[in-house]
Nanobody, 115 residues
Framework: QVQVVESGGGSVQPGGSLRLSCALS????????MGWYRQAPGKERELVAT???????NYANSVKGRFTISSDNAKKTVYLQMSSLEPEDTGAYYC?????????WGQGTQVTVSS
């Protein structure tokens, strides 16, 4: 079992920045991939970014160059640094981790980009 808790969401104006955090606990040594997903109202949940246990990152085209995913193994935390935020980035952001046999989700944190 892995426990996942997100934090850091909030409201920001277009062009602003936010950093999301995802605190991990439990059997974290089993984790292979960590990622952030988001879901806008009325839309399906979509991948934002992933990072493997060896640090290889992957991004959705819509956030490339604006978002950066990173992990701190010592702190057992995954971060999503979001810059140049756009209204289209509004939604609930979810942290996801995958082990060899299971996937775990956090409860989500809301990000609202509006003037």
């Amino acid at each position: 079992q892995v426990q996942v808790v997100e934090s850091g969401g909030g409201s920001v104006q277009p062009g602003g920045s936010l950093r999301l955090s995802c605190a991990l606990s439990g059997n974290t040594f089993l984790i292979r991939i960590m990622g952030w997903y988001r879901q806008a109202p009325g839309k399906e949940r979509e991948l934002v970014a992933t990072i493997t246990s060896d640090g290889s990152a992957n991004y959705a085209n819509s956030v490339k160059g604006r978002f950066t995913i990173s992990s701190d193994n010592a702190k057992k935390t995954v971060y999503l640094q979001m810059s140049s935020l756009e209204p289209e980035d509004t939604g609930a952001y979810y942290c996801n981790v995958r082990t060899w046999g299971s996937a775990y989700w956090g409860q989500g944190t809301q990000v609202t980009v509006s003037s």
